[in-house]
């Protein structure tokens, strides 16, 4: 199957990972297995690769690519806001290194009829795991107006979002809107085209995407459970693409990395609270050779920790 994914920063992960060759390596957001499969070729007969994504089309390809690895392979289809649970059942405890490569694939995005795409014409799709029931049409049909504007502005970063809401609101009115042409051709009647500013549909197409997979309420609580889930000395690496993604990274990882939270006048230490990872230096960004001949990775960051402290060992 040709899954059309280029991966970005792989070189930049292998280092961060350090892959040991009996090592147990876990790939959140599984995808085409690009990022996978390296790890794969690393890892000895006793060296453990488990693989996740809720999207079947990336779940049938990656099986495809990582079927002639020689370590252990265990591909999963589900979430990773569910990984305890997927890793209790597949009886997998820690591992030495994790990675999440957020947002959707080139393959997702170039099939048209996913809807992903402001290029291509489509139903009003975006499910990453298409067994789920809500889909950009009911998110664009049955949203009310206040509710649209504010996921535009906050999930989106549009200036135009209440301008927007309201033109959909009026349309829907008449016909339902049904297609990704029909909701671009919305937006640019609201949206002035600016020079450097891309496509006018690009922020609120990413901002229905973000809103129909809950893409950024369970990035936090599924960095935790994958900090939970690191051996002492493991790795995590997450490569996001846009700031809204970044930040809660960033503030998760902040937290997680923080001692003592005593009141500074506190004389001795009483919280007894203890870092459990220390940040690996700064994002990491694609070098400009790998822009040019890759432009998704434009966008990518790469952030790194170490596990230094295992509070359930503690227990
Ligand atoms: C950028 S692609 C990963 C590409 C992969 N690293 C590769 O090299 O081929 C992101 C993948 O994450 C998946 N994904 C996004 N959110 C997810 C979630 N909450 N749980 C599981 N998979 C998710 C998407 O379906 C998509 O296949
Ligand atoms: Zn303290």
Redesign the pocket.
């Known amino acids: 199957m040709n899954?059309g994914?280029v991966?970005?920063m792989l070189a930049e992960v292998l280092s961060a990972l350090d892959v040991k060759s009996h090592g147990s390596y876990l790939?959140?957001?599984?995808?085409?297995?690009?990022?996978?499969k390296l790890i794969g070729e690393k890892l000895d007969a006793d060296g453990l690769l488990v693989g996740?994504?809720?999207?079947d089309e990336?779940i049938s390809a990656?099986t495809e690519n990582l079927s002639g690895l020689t370590c252990g392979v265990k591909i999963v289809r589900?979430?990773?806001?569910e990984l305890d649970r997927i890793l209790d059942d597949l009886n997998v405890d820690k591992f030495d290194g994790i990675?999440f490569?957020?947002?959707?694939?080139s393959?997702?995005i170039d099939t048209a009829e996913r809807g992903f795409s402001y290029m291509k014409d489509s139903p009003l799709d975006m499910r990453?795991d298409r067994r789920q029931s809500l889909t950009a049409f009911d998110v664009v049909n049955n949203y009310d107006e206040t509710r649209l504007a504010k996921i535009f502005s906050e999930y989106g970063e549009e200036r135009f979002s209440k301008r927007i809401a309201a033109a959909i609101c009026r349309e829907r009115k008449i016909l339902p809107i049904a297609t990704t042409g029909e909701l671009v051709k919305i937006i640019e009647q609201h949206v002035p085209r600016t020079k450097n500013g891309g496509h006018p549909a690009k922020r609120v197409f990413q901002a229905v995407r973000i809103e129909v997979?809950g893409?950024l309420e369970?990035l936090s609580d599924?960095l935790k459970q994958a900090i939970n889930r690191l051996k002492i000395g493991g790795r995590l690496a997450v490569i996001t693409f846009h700031s809204l993604e970044d930040r809660i990274v960033k503030e998760t990882f902040k937290q997680a990395a923080q001692g003592c939270i005593c009141p500074k006048n506190f004389p001795v230490c009483v919280c007894n609270h203890k870092a459990e990872i220390k940040i690996l230096g700064k994002a990491k960004l694609p070098t400009v050779d790998e822009i040019v001949g890759n432009s998704r990775a434009k966008s990518a960051k790469l952030r790194v920790v170490e596990k230094i402290f295992d509070g359930d060992a503690s227990l």
Do not use: K, W
């Open positions: 899954f994914h991966s970005v790939d959140c957001t599984l995808g085409g297995g690009g990022h996978a996740i994504d809720r999207d990336a990656a589900g979430s990773f806001g990675i490569d957020l947002g959707i694939s393959h997702q990453m997979n893409e369970i599924a």
